[in-house]
């Protein structure tokens, strides 16, 4: 055995390299990919009948030797490889293995392990199941709910144990009268002894192990680190008694535990999280608002006490507020709790937060985690209702509300119009902040960040940026030096990621399809993982599977027969709906079971939504009885956050999703099934792939996420796209989008020209034809019309972009370059343009400048801030200039009628807008849709959309979420705000402005002219149908969310929220989760109250400022206890349970104080506030 530190930390290292006894570990883990039960399936590999004892071994001996190697102060790092290691051998062997009497301990072990080696959540997914069924001893399972977090659970066990009497003396007498059972009966040596004392010595130690636990949880509760020593101290005694006695199960509880509470503590908030700021720093109301962080975390159900590595290293610098941060870690690895550590900082300074999210299906989730971490703080959060624009709900929430989460799109429009809006923002966090490139969103997101970081108060404001597939090199670095104003410790990078990834492959091969698995070098295989069956019902004759998405749909249903959740990716949104018609093609055959395990009556809201939507008929709702979520960016927000709701909640099982998932949104599953890996002819981007697989694995459930990729034909193919992915570990690609618009431009122009010389392409593009667009003689009219469509957009990005950067001041035309250069200072553009050689700066320099140039020649002062204002490039800024009278004209139609309740007039004023819009591009939709106008007039008239469509249903919705809820809402937007820039301001006519609340946009946003009822759902009630009849059966007439406060508090309000079929028997489900006692505007803030109360010792008073416990098991629950449980006095009330008491002794012998961090207040008639 080694008996030195550089002994020890070979021997780790040796032991812990993939080859280390002919690839142990791997051998290991392959057979635990196919076995269940310990039993491998039909013509699996072989792996040896002693690989078990040989991982048992392996795991333990590598346990031990991390346990001494940190005893005799060894480097964290190698010990927690080795704890890591160790975990994976155990669990090799319990997770899947043959049931035993010993598989629970070594499971708890395996789970010691992974938590010593900071993957606490691959601790809890060992645990989670059948713990009240284990076969594990009281010490055992105390420790199994700490690692769960269950220390609710744990503390009535602890309170049981006391209150019981099991470990009190006598018991321990009682135990000594008894004959042990431990060892083979007459065993005394060690093992068991007749009279009973090795079975009252483990009563001791279990009592005195309990007694530490209850110490350590106390020291986690307060925060209160004096307390570690003392149960460690217990734990280190019970220890040494355990050892003498070779009691080993007891032996490896003290020992485990004695480390599992100092690597807990050490990464608990309490330690982690800074008690004070840099040097100089403002940090307000931090130690208030960091005190109620840490509580409400702890008391939720599943307690959240600690960070994960990933985490550490960014949330000691959550007080530096004058410090930009760059956060890449993985996706599911814990970005946004380093989000929200920022949010609670900058709340304690009084400022407000922005978070930008790319999709407003991601902004809604963000909304919803949010709302949960800061509401219990009596902060409020909100999201920006629709896609663009900036009705006066959203004015509101901006100008209000403690945290906003918007799109860039939406925040970007309102910033335009209104610059103050940012004023006493203290923190902006870019989730996904790697959205950089040559697209329009991307282009603008770049000028916008650009923009911020430029304005006057720029200093005053944080910028978080939050990704999880950023590149590494120049890229990266340019990137983070940007956003954090060349900070040389802007940028946090880790790859760590809680749970591991596995990829595999699914091969059809005639009547079957092979499950294969990468485990290292190893390829353990599944031969009959689907198998083909025949149709059981109707008169389709077909095998199934018989194509790709049926395999995908096979390999779905096979997954979930072993207890997965299963997330079925398309790459291409337009595959989502049929694999759903599949679905239920497949079940109505016989093919597939339902795979809803709860109640029908579970999915009543989502069904309630949906059927509004899409009919009740529809393929997702179908799909959705069978327990099956459709998820694509295109759903309706309302049966959006209702789908979500119920994965959150685990009810259902599988999910059907699109390209979406690549954009951030957060779905998980325990395995992942890939339908195509292309979409169209092209490859998908590694970045959007690395983001997908991210999913795979969720937190506290799975160790482990399997990666899927069926192929039933084309295998060549398949197989080499897919390597290729699985290998290629580049991040997304970040060259500047701006640089690259210019340079797609100038490429155009070379081939015009036929030359790349410097000075003739300068000269060129200084011209006032070089921006037509350039025609080559050699290219085909197909392939011309392509590039013709390209070049336009490319200029209307850029010239939007210029105005972006531009806009909002005056600028000469002789001034333009160089205000141009001052404004792109430090940006990512010429950070990005230093990288090339001097040629290549001066060809794109000369570009962006003679664009520039360009658009200032042909436009007025007035016409640019309008371009500005609108956010729409010279091209279409001329159009609207062009229709501007009848535009403004026909949207204050609108507004008035809105206004004043005549509903025709209004209709048919958004109609002619919408005529006239609908030809101006960037305002044009995709496909304009027979019958679009019937449609637009149902939808402001508040119908059903379902009934709104004779023909297809999915085109109606995905058309309303396109071109009514984002193009007209934006070019509605862009009219009012170019007529604000060429506003008469001493005319008496009624204006645009005198509407500010844009009643037409929020008409189109949530498909009512009822401005009451438009509130109400902006405000986040789900049902359109049941907030018409809610306002209108009321008469309410409110158009704030002020007004919409005042209402819902009313007593009208109060009493028909009762009734079980207000708004309507449909939405009330939906009313009671937005209104009701347990709804979202009902969370109480907690607070941070000290108290002082009487109490009567039992014996002689404890000496002042000793912690004290106030309440114990069932019948004690007001007596007040030391931190190991022994009873010291009583109270005359009982304490509550909502939230977290901190209680002391006192010089005043007759009372204590105590600190309540909750909500509400202490339940007492006795005790007083000081």
Known sequence: ??????????????????????????????????????????????????????????????????????????????????????????????????????????????????????????????????????????????????????????????????????????????????????????????????????????????????????????????????????????????????????????????????????????????????????????????????????????????????????????????????????????????????????????LARGKRIVFVTPLRALSAQTEVGLRRTFSPLGKSVSSLYGSIGASGADVDALRSTDIVVATPEKLDFALRSDPTLLDDVGLVVLDEGHMIGLGEREVRYEAQIQRLMRRSDAAARRIVCLSAILPDGHQLEDFAAWLTRDQPDGLIKDDWRPTRLRFGEVEWKGQHAQLSVSVGDEKPFIPKFVVAKKPTRGLARKLFPSDQGELCIATAWRLVEEGQTVLVFCPMRRSVLPLAASIIEMHKRGHIDSVL?????????????????????????????????????????????????????????????????????????????????????????????????????????????????????NFRQRRTDWQELVSNQSGREMESGLLRLVAALLSRMIKKLGSRNAGQLIEYVAGQAAWEFPVLASEADEESDDARQRWDQHLASLDTAIFSLLGETFVLDAEVEAKLDEILVASLYQRRLARYNEDVRKKLQAGLHARAKYIWRNSTPTQRLGYFLAGVGLSAGKALDERAPELERLLLVANVNIGAGDQEEAVAAITAFAEIAFGISPFRPERLIDGWKALLRRWLLGEPVSEASSGDNDASVQFIEQAFVYNLPWAMEAVRVRAEAHEDLFSDEVKLSDYPRAHAVAALETGTLVVAAAVLIQAGFGSRLGAIQAVTSTGANFDSMRGLMAWLASDEIQALSAAPTWPTPESHALWLDFHGPGGAQAVQAWAATEYTSPIAWQGVPMPPGTPLRLGGGPGKERTVFTADFREVGALSWTPSSKGLIVANSTNDLGKFSLEYLGPGHVDSGSAHRP
């Open 1 to 346: 055995m080694a008996a030195t530190l550089e002994e020890l930390k070979a021997n780790i290292e040796a032991a812990i390299v993939p080859e280390y006894r002919a690839r142990l570990l791997a051998r290991g883990q392959a057979r635990a990919m196919i076995w269940r039960d310990g039993t491998l399936p039909q013509d699996a590999p072989n792996f040896g009948a002693e690989l078990s004892d040989d991982l048992l071994a392996y795991g333990y001996s590598l346990l031990q030797h991390g346990l001494r190697y940190i005893d005799m102060g060894g480097d964290a790092e190698t010990a927690r490889k080795a704890f890591e290691v160790a975990a994976e051998a155990l669990e090799a062997v319990v997770a899947r293995g043959t049931p035993s009497v010993e598989r629970d301990f070594h499971r708890l072990v395996a789970a010691a392990a992974y938590h010593l080696g900071r993957f606490s959540a691959r601790a809890y997914s060992l645990l989670y199941k059948g713990l009240a069924e284990a076969n594990l001893s009281a010490m055992e399972k105390g420790l199994a709910k700490l690692m769960l977090r269950d220390l609710d659970g744990l503390a009535g066990d602890v309170g049981a144990w006391f209150v019981s009497g099991q470990g009190s003396e006598g018991a321990v007498v009682a135990a000594l009268g008894r004959p042990d059972t431990l060892g083979d009966g007459d065993d005394t040596d060690g093992a068991g002894s007749p009279d009973g004392r090795i079975g009252a010595v483990l009563v001791a130690l279990e009592d005195n192990f309990m007694a530490a636990l209850a110490v350590a949880m106390l020291a986690l509760e307060r925060g209160d680190e004096a307390l570690l020593p003392v149960a460690r101290e217990r734990l280190q005694r019970g220890l040494e008694v355990a050892g003498e006695l070779e009691l080993v199960p007891a032996w490896w509880c003290h020992r485990l535990a004695i480390h599992l509470l100092g690597g807990l503590w050490e990464t608990s908030f309490h330690k982690v999280l800074p008690l004070s700021g840099p040097p100089g720093a403002e940090v307000g109301d931090w130690a208030r608002l960091r005190k109620l962080f840490i509580a409400s975390l702890y008391r939720r159900s599943k307690s959240e006490v600690e960070l994960w590595p990933s985490q550490l290293q960014a949330a000691r610098r959550v007080l530096d507020a004058e410090t930009n941060l760059v956060l890449s870690l993985p996706t599911s690895a814990g970005k946004t709790r380093i989000a929200e550590l920022c949010i609670l900082a900058c």
């Open 597 to 713: 395990a709860h109640p029908v009556s579970a999915l009543a809201t989502a069904l309630a939504v949906g059927a509004e939507w899409f009919g009740s008929d529809h393929a997702i709702l179908a799909c959705l009885k069978l327990g099956v979520a459709v998820h694509h960016g295109a759903l309706p927000t309302p049966y959006r956050k209702e789908v979500e709701r119920l994965l959150r909640e685990g009810v259902l099982r599988v999910t059907v999703s699109s390209p979406t998932l690549a954009q951030g949104l957060n779905l998980a599953a325990t395995s992942l099934v890939f339908r195509g890996v292309r979409r169209g002819r092209d490859l998908l981007d590694t970045s959007d792939f690395r983001n997908v697989v991210g999913r795979a694995g969720r937190a506290y459930i799975d160790v482990e996420g399997l990666v899927l990729y069926p192929m039933f034909d």
